[in-house]
């Protein structure tokens, strides 16, 4: 293991990430990607990177780990240049112990158990994770060459957020007119998946599907009533609750949720 490598762990572990099952002696000699400190993203959710300034970046086979500040609530975003004017954005946590990410020219590697992923979809390509790594909507103009990178960017398919409300009708969405009901989607503005639920007292509940033990992304289990993270096995309510005994002890993030004849709003915050 190189010492640039050794260090780096060293750096990990000293920070309190646990990487379980991996002593930094023992590494694959598969590098993190450099970090690149970054700013909150602003409202629209933009981050733009003029990649000749970053030489890890701008050659191909390139990329570099975005840090954003913590209190900025976004994940570290690993950005690669596979080829030419190809570029793509992923998660830059590994779904399986939550090492973070590196490239080696053609997929992300985690450094520390070699799972492998598609930097186009996310998928993993070799195990032992087997959760999708996040992936993230990105253009490159090759003449000014800057990469664009929307953090808040939804599916075409389900309400955008509006004046910092998302408005599911019940003429869209009849399913929460009924007890038990549910739907789910990314709104555009957010960028996240969230729930929408309607409990057994007739009330509306709505919750974000970022688990909080690693950032994983929880779906509904039918089978369990529940929502659950596939990465570790955590659970929660339909109230984002936690439950107890698994890897995350913080519930989800909640949304206040109004509802009339018409159908529901959610306010995003």
């Not at 990487?19 to 970054?38: K, M, W």
């Not at 997929?107 to 195990?127: I, R, W």
């Amino acid at each position: 293991m190189s010492s640039s490598r050794r260090d780096f762990f060293k750096k990990l572990l000293g920070t309190g990430v646990v990487v379980a099952g991996i002593p930094p002696a023992c590494a694959p000699n598969i590098d993190p990607s450099p970090v690149l400190d970054v700013t909150t993203p602003g409202e629209d959710g933009i981050v733009s990177l003029v990649v000749q300034r970053y030489p890890d970046l701008s050659r191909a086979g390139g990329s570099v780990t975005l840090r954003f500040p913590k209190e900025s609530g976004q994940e570290n975003l690993l950005v690669v240049h596979p080829s030419a004017d190809t570029y793509a954005v992923l998660s830059a946590t590994c779904t399986h112990v939550g090492c973070p990410m590196g490239f080696d020219g053609t997929e992300a590697v985690c450094p520390c158990h070699l799972s492998k992923f598609n930097v186009t979809d996310g998928k993993v390509t070799q195990e032992p994770a087997t959760v999708p790594l996040k992936t993230y909507v990105a253009t490159y103009n090759a003449g000014t060459q800057v990469l664009s990178i929307n953090l808040k960017a939804g599916s075409d398919n389900f309400p955008s957020v509006v004046d910092g409300k998302v408005t599911l009708t019940f003429a869209e969405f009849p399913d929460l007119q009924s007890t038990g009901g549910m739907v789910s989607g990314n709104p555009t503005g957010y960028g996240k998946t969230i729930f929408v639920f309607k409990l057994a007292d007739g009330s509306y509940s709505a919750v974000d599907s970022v688990c909080t033990h690693q950032g994983c992304e929880v779906d509904f289990e039918a089978s369990l009533d529940e929502l659950l993270c596939p990465c570790h096995a955590s659970t929660f309510s339909k109230t984002g609750v936690v439950d107890p005994g698994g890897a995350a002890t913080v519930n989800l993030k909640t949304f206040t949720t109004t509802a009339d004849a018409s159908g529901v709003v959610v306010s995003i915050a």
